[in-house]
């Protein structure tokens, strides 16, 4: 049974992801963070006021937006370069650094959401997220990979498994996957529309992820294209996905237009890290006044049909509605 509507209301927050007519709040927001092995937190230059976590700094960052309001975190690693290989292997190892952060919050904070994103180019030695051969990203081979990934996290405690490598066919598989192993209430957020993007700089930045050879057009969707989202879109419910996802959010308004009107589904818009840079760098200079300029982007994109929204802005988002 891979459409299980009762996911969707498994938990308060969740129920609150999918509520239908209520306006912009903290509980709409997920917060992502970064995640590293060393003992400090490491600044992200360009994106201030984000860093790469240690441990201790995760379980701070985490309290504090709890205490802002927000009750969902995303979780992106940053890994040193000897850890990744071609098939990145370190992604389905259950002592990693994703399985280890997961487990520690929900040991501390059980009701905390906790969404892991599944795709290799934290880990691949390519800075792709799927496995090359030839310059080409293989991806049947890759979806057995991600599998993987993905039970890896949900046995770590994972709430939410969020694919975000746009390999055709994950979702089911991932489904299938989890729900064999007994984890039929992990809810699936695909990254069902996530556009070839100039945005995503400052995330690359932060994990040392881009490609080392070549860009992502051949797996990540056309900018041009509207239409084709609506297919991705229609093709991730019938794999069973929970939640579908538009990356980035602001230039891609008109996406989550398009998806709103043609699915039943909830959608989640990411306002990606260069949405985000953007946002900062103008308030820094003093062309935009911060906290007017950001509630304004996250109202318009929950105006377009946004359910959830991934921002950087969570926490002051949060204390600024509040």
């Known amino acids: 049974m891979r459409s299980r509507p009762r996911r969707n209301r498994k938990s308060a927050l969740v129920r609150a992801w999918t509520a239908e007519s209520s306006g912009l709040s903290a509980a709409r927001l997920v917060y992502p963070l970064f995640v590293h092995e060393h003992s400090a937190d490491v600044p992200v230059g360009s994106m201030p006021g984000c860093a790469r976590l240690s441990a201790e700094g995760l379980l701070r960052e985490v309290d504090g937006a709890l205490e802002d309001g927000i009750g969902a975190v995303c979780l992106f690693p940053a890994l040193d370069e000897d850890q990744k290989t071609p098939r990145g292997e370190e992604a389905s190892n259950p ?5 280890r952060s997961v487990s520690a919050l929900k ?36 979806v057995a990979v991600l599998v993987e990934q993905a039970l890896c996290q949900a046995r770590a405690g994972a ?4 694919p975000s490598d746009m390999m ?22 695909s990254y069902t529309a996530k556009y070839a993007s100039s945005f995503y700089g400052p995330f690359r930045d932060a994990l040392d ?26 093709l991730d419910e019938e794999e069973g996905a929970d939640l579908l996802m538009v990356k980035p959010a602001g230039p891609y308004l008109d996406v989550l237009r398009a998806l709103r009107e043609s699915t039943e589904l909830p ?56």
């Open 209 to 234: 992820s881009a490609p080392k050879a070549g860009d992502k057009k051949t797996y990540q969707m056309d900018p041009r294209n509207v239409r084709e989202a609506v297919r991705e879109a229609r």
């Open 168 to 189: 055709d066919g994950r979702v089911g598989a991932i489904r299938d996957a989890l729900d064999g192993e007994g984890f039929e209430e992990v809810s699936i957020l």
């Open 95 to 99: 002592e990693g650094l994703i399985p």
């Open 107 to 142: 040991a501390r904070w059980p009701e905390l959401v906790v969404v892991t994103d599944v795709a290799l180019d934290p880990y691949s030695s390519d800075g792709h997220d799927g496995i090359v051969s030839a310059g080409r990203i293989l991806n049947d081979e890759t």
């Open 159 to 162: 709430d939410v498994i969020a």
């Open 267 to 322: 959608l989640a818009a990411y306002q990606v890290s260069g949405e985000y840079a953007m946002l900062k760098a103008a308030s820094q200079a003093g062309w935009l006044e911060e906290k007017s300029a950001v509630l304004e982007s996250l109202q318009a994109i929950r105006r377009a049909g946004a359910d959830v929204i991934l921002t950087y802005y969570a926490r002051q988002a949060a204390r600024w509605m509040a």
